[in-house]
């Protein structure tokens, strides 16, 4: 293998595949990042065998071949060399020579033979969707996911693919994200169970603009842009039904300030039990009282002006809950809507002027006198 390659051009994919390569791991090869040359330029592809990027880069390549080398020092490398060509040339499977200006390395990799083959996906009939909107719906509800393991089917995003619109839901049982964008031009539906985390690699890695292709094999989820391809394994089971849990009764209607209820939130936190997070909203008139009481550590008051014209409701929030639902509103004001003390709660923004259509459930907890 023997192949010249602009410094950008190299650092531009390296950066693109090596956030997915894990950092521990009992397999020496996942710790490396596949390059292979080819008559059309040279591919690099790092995987943790749960997803996978792989992304094409251009170069002069004048022998093919392939091999893997240390993913950490092979980036922390190229990023101290000068602005100049990379002249990279193997010695065997496992010996490779790097050289640039002045400077020269030898590096010590794996065969490729040992690096795990990506699952195949065809992308025959793939979905096509705008980037911007995907990004939207991951930007907005990936958040909401589990990162417990006692029920892993929640800690994916159930994303579903209709003809007319996109829908994500995350929810780890406390807390639910939901978000609707409208689509056109899409063939057939599905239903999928992706990990947040090849979605985040979608955020990182496409811009808005792109048109993405997502392709589905048995167990395996493509996503696939121009030269960058992503992979990820599915998490199979039945995904709960989360319409149950969406309230439709609610009656009881606030408008806040998001900034004047996050500020207020944190601060009285500051003395809400490291466990639970509790404090007690009381709503009444246009008055919103906070008020927290942590028997080993102190107490604490506040209030906000709302619009509220509801019976009286007290009602208590884990605070760090509701201030991560408020951090991903995307208006300065949101409806809360509520029934009773014990019942979901809705938060939805005011006055966005999106087609998408965003709702998030926060459960409430038991108040202690």
């Not at 790097?98 to 699952?119: A, Q």
């Not at 689509?183 to 048109?211: H, M, N, W």
């Not at 121009?226 to 609610?250: C, F, S, W």
């Amino acid at each position: 293998m023997k192949f010249t390659i602009t410094r950008e051009k190299l650092q531009e994919g390296l950066s693109a595949v090596a956030a997915c390569v894990p950092t521990k791991t009992t397999l020496p090869v996942l710790s490396n990042i596949l390059i292979e040359a080819t008559s059309e330029g040279i591919r690099l592809s790092g995987t943790d065998l749960d997803i996978a990027v792989s992304t094409k880069v251009p170069a002069e390549v004048d022998t093919e071949g392939a091999v893997t080398l240390p993913a950490k020092k092979l980036v922390e490398i190229v990023r101290e060399l000068p602005s100049a060509a990379i002249r990279i040339t193997a010695a065997g499977e496992q010996r490779v020579n790097l050289e640039c200006g002045r400077s020269k390395f030898k590096l010590l990799g794996i065969p490729r033979d040992d690096f795990p083959n990506f699952p195949p996906v065809k992308f025959d009939e793939p979905w096509r969707v705008t980037s911007g909107d995907l990004q939207k719906l991951i930007g907005h509800v990936a958040f909401a996911a589990s990162t417990e393991e006692s029920r892993p089917i929640l800690n994916g995003v159930l994303w579903e693919l209709r003809e007319d619109r996109m829908r994500m839901v995350a929810t780890n049982g406390h807390r639910l994200a939901k978000m609707d964008v409208p689509v056109s031009g899409a063939t057939g539906s599905a239903d999928l169970i992706v990990p947040p985390k090849a979605l985040e690699q979608i955020r990182r890695l496409f811009d808005a603009a792109d048109e993405i292709e997502i392709a589905k094999s048995d167990n395996h989820l493509g996503f696939r842009s121009g030269d960058t391809l992503v992979l990820t394994r599915l998490i199979e089971g039945p995904y709960p039904n989360y319409e149950q849990v969406i309230p439709r009764e609610n009656d009881l209607r606030a408008t806040v300030d998001k900034q004047g209820l996050a500020s207020t939130l944190r601060r009285v936190g500051v003395v809400a039990s490291d466990q639970t997070h509790r404090v007690r909203l009381a709503f009444s008139g246009p008055i919103l009282k906070f008020t927290v009481s942590t028997p080993d550590l102190g107490e604490a008051q506040d209030e906000m002006s709302v619009a509220y014209d509801g019976e009286p409701l007290e009602i208590g929030f884990n605070a760090h809950y509701l201030l991560e639902i408020l951090k991903y509103m995307p208006t300065d004001e949101v409806c809360m809507t509520m029934k009773a003390p014990e019942r979901a709660v809705t938060i939805e923004p005011v006055g966005w002027d999106d087609p998408a259509v965003y709702l998030c459930l926060v459960m409430p907890l038991r108040l202690v006198d």
